[in-house]
């Protein structure tokens, strides 16, 4: 062959591109370094200490139970931070170095914040429906008064349709064995809260003033920034928990069910009933109140998954002993519902008789005012000073104010989220500006819509204290109904 | 151009990994390599990682890591092609994929096994913090060192940033009195501030001695040897040349003579 490859030409070859290479080397030539192939924000540009309107993001732990993120699609836009700390007052509201936790109340604000879909809520759908699947199970659910007037928008429909009874039917043709109304356990949260403000102003005055203990997030809150109030705290489960607590004993028991067979699931509005479901004081006789929380979105995409759609489902009513709810535990889901709520039944409590009709259409309670104030006077117990307050800042305002002069008021509602749970961190994502008013009116149409309007006139309540209960603050409702709170200060400060 | 991490000031937000991650177009799906005693390393996707710390007093702390940028980097030392300089005007020491020929003796060469490689690529080049060289010449910090939102990662002249880091820790009795990185192996551009005993936080105890200095009293005789060696041995080589040739002459003489 003619072409072939000397040793000497292949050393020639060898030698020669070394020397090149060489040259091109000293010469200067090095290419681009690896790196900088992609981009980033523009708040990023420039030097690392310009001031800028929104950066950086929030810390979420491993195992926190209520929210996750996704660091690929996060853009480090900064707004979870915006909600965490404008918003929620968390972020930034404890002294560094840190303590053994990483802060978060779990009310999912960042959720709703965060434009590019990064940070959700922490997925349960597929735990809910390997509950559906096994047959040895006897699957419970229970939906919140708030997501029967948002879920629909997650099906196109307007903001503030009402959907409960259409939620009831499609959860039924989902394969829950049986569809239950938080308001029910709204209405029985009222019973035995209204009980215990009426016993604390009149016997305990160092427990007032009564802070209500429904939204896990305040919860949270209190437990983390103002121990000092804890023992303020109404030591009602929230309604979620109150219904899981009455599914595994009462429901239970007259069903012929052992209680380690039932699955509670609920649908709520919420991130921070995640976490609720976990706490150690939420059990009794070592069973857990709940099991799984989703989320209005987890249910809307679990629906979508079994080929339901809310538009097209038949409606169906609630399942009857924890079905039936008034009008009162349907607004729990608007900021000052639980108020309102809480002084019908309290009204009713002090005198036998139900309350004036301008206590059924409570105007200084409603709307979103970040600190509202009222007075209710009641027959025999005199003027109630009222303030509900919403958002968590706001609360961290009032509170410090609570703690610098003392409190004029003798109840304080507080609500984590803006607008109350209608606002809550698991509800739809939309940017309307008005679809939290849109919500809230819907809800308050339901309570006027309702035939009763009262908690202590629920048929089914009356019954539940006849045949398990007995009457409110018993002993019985102490152990299935009402918790303890734990001291978090020291894990951050 | 320097960074100062204080630790007590980070709570764990990675908005710092994710920035990088961002800005150098690294994987995010890639799962991770390595993961030694329960920490997070870096990897050829990872050029910076936070990884979580309990102390003894069960206080939670979050540490950086990345590349720190060594006065007296012994990567670019080990490098015989040069794939790995150090920058003069802004002191990040910078990776060239196009100088590299792959024998990742700057791994081995690195005091804090820093450097990684693409072991799933066809073409595999090493990977780690490039300290945004290209940010740094146009004055911008680090694309980690912006996002950072609580002021634990500042940037500036390393002089000044030492005094600064002396002056906290004067100020406040929590910290520990050590700047990391200050004296490490003859110093780095990444310094660090801690109230947790750096042990207690994986750092690794290191010799303030640069790693070149080891080498370089032989290391740096090595061109002349080489120089001189070659001149022996072509001076060898002509002599026997010579003595062969003037065999061959000799012996074409005798030659002529018998004939």
Redesign the interface.
Known sequence: MTNKISRRKFLKVVAGSGVVGFGV?AAGC???????????PDQ??????FPVNL???????QDNPSIERD??K???C?QC?EACKNVMGVYGNYP???????ACVGCGQCTIACPSGAITEKRNIQDVLAAIDDDSKHVVVQTAPATKVSLGEEFGMEPGASVGKKMAGALKAAGFDAVFDTCFSADLTIMEEASEFVHRLTKAKDEIPHLTSCCPGWVKYCEYFYPELMHNLSTCKSPQNMMGATIKSFYAEKKGIKPENIINVSIMPCTAKKFEVGREELQVDDQRDMDYVLTTRELAVLLKHKGIDLNTVAESEYDSVLGESTGAGKIFGATGGVTEAAVRTAYYLATGSNPPADLFSWQPVRGMKAVKEANATIPGVGTVNIAVCHGLENARQLLNGIKEHGSKWQFIEFMACPGGCIGGGGQPKSSLPDIKQKRIAAIYKEDTSSAKRCSHDNTEIQSIYKEFYGKPLSEKAEKYLHTSFVNRHDRLF | MAVLVDITKCIGCEGCSVACKMYNGLDFKAKPRNIKDGHLELDDNRWTVIQEFHTANDDLRFVKKQCLHCLEPACASACFSKAIQKDEKTGAVVYYPDLCVGCRYCMVACPYSIPKYQWNEQFPQVAKCQMCESRLSKGDAPACVSACTTGALISGDRDELIKKAHEIIASDSRYVNHVYGEHEVGGSEWLYISDVPFEELGFKQVSDTPVTNYSKSYLSKVPFFAAGWALFLAGLTYYNHRVEKNKKDQDDENKDKED
Do not use: F, H, T
């Open positions: 080397m090095k290419g681009d370094p690896s790196g900088a192939k992609g981009w980033i990023y540009q420039g030097k690392g200490d950066k950086g993001r929030v810390a979420i732990s660091d690929e996060c853009i480090l900064g931070v560094l170095p840190l303590k053994n936790e990483v």
